[in-house]
Antibody
Framework: EVQLVESGGGLVKPGGSLRLSCAAS????????MSWVRQAPGKGLEWVGR??????????EYAAPVKGRFIISRDDSKNTLYLQMNSLKTEDTALYYC??????????WGQGTLVTVSS | DIQMTQSPSTLSASVGDRVTITCRAS??????LAWFQQKPGKAPKLLIY???TLESGVPSRFSGSGSGTEFTLTISSLQPDDFATYYC????????FGPGTKVDFK
């Protein structure tokens, strides 16, 4: 059974940094492209970015609002996906989900981790 | 970036109704279009991908159609479990979601 467990959320001041993790199990993590999706409180879904598998170059792509501030990476030896968030803004406050992209977008989701950016 | 719109934003319906939600893209996304269902307090669930391919385990009352810039999600006979918010997503990178359509009780 596929399991995705996000962690690392919390309260951070504007301008600060935070690193989220997503521990994956139940599938061959190294073969799978992975995404981050966020949802601000009471709002819709927003795609943050994704990272391809290493065999496909391991390239990360980002949505415009986070490009240059966020970095997606993966450690296939630990079956873990990361989201390094820098220069955080109040509008980055959201529940952050990691998802699998197994030949279709976001076919499995974690439960999410909440990030609050506030002074 | 490609912008997505959905209509209506809210839809009031009854059990047994046929429900149709429309999603439009600001430029062609070919068939790279997915639909998700989200219930309050839960993670979204993939229903349909590649515009019309039903995800495994999703009931056949759900169907998707369209290509290019206009797409529809149809629920042939609304069931109590279907009251939720539905999002379309184009997945020509960078991906974008539509704003959502809430299906509630009439």
């Amino acid at each position: 059974e596929v399991q995705l467990v996000e962690s690392g959320g919390g309260l951070v001041k504007p301008g600060g940094s935070l690193r989220l993790s997503c521990a994956a199990s139940g599938f061959t993590f190294s073969d799978v492209w992975m995404s981050w999706v966020r949802q601000a409180p009471g709002k819709g879904l927003e795609w943050v970015g994704r990272i391809k598998s290493k065999t496909n170059g391991g390239i990360a792509e980002y949505a415009a609002p986070v490009k240059g501030r966020f970095i997606i990476s993966r450690d296939d030896s630990k079956n873990t996906l990361y989201l390094q968030m820098n220069s955080l803004k109040t509008e980055d406050t959201a529940l952050y989900y990691c998802t699998t992209d197994r030949y279709k977008p976001s076919d499995c989701w974690g439960q999410g981790t909440l990030v609050t950016v506030s002074s | 970036d490609i912008q997505m719109t959905q209509s209506p934003s809210t839809l009031s319906a009854s059990v047994g109704d046929r429900v149709t939600i429309t999603c439009r893209a600001s430029q062609s996304v070919s068939s790279w279009l997915a639909w998700f269902q989200q219930k309050p307090g839960k993670a979204p669930k993939l229903l349909i991908y590649k515009a019309s391919t039903l995800e495994s385990g999703v009931p056949s009352r759900f169907s998707g159609s369209g290509s290019g810039t206009e797409f529809t999600l149809t629920i042939s006979s609304l069931q109590p479990d279907d009251f939720a918010t539905y999002y379309c997503q184009q997945y020509n990178s960078p991906f974008t979601f539509g704003p959502g359509t809430k299906v509630d009780f009439k």
